[in-house]
């Protein structure tokens, strides 16, 4: 059976743009379930009957 990945070493891949764009969504989700959590509290404060 041939080997499909050439002369490819494990380990050996640039992954910095993966690691930056991880990062990022990340970022992204914490500061956007934050967000939504004060506009929670912020309703749940000045709800009306």
């Known amino acids: 059976m041939a080997d499909s990945h050439g002369d490819y ?27 939504i959590g004060l506009v929670m509290i912020f309703l749940a404060l000045f709800r009306t009957h």
């Open 9 to 35: 070493q494990p380990g050996s891949m640039d992954i910095s743009q993966h690691v930056k764009a991880w990062a990022g969504f990340t970022s992204f989700v914490k500061w956007s379930i934050i967000g």
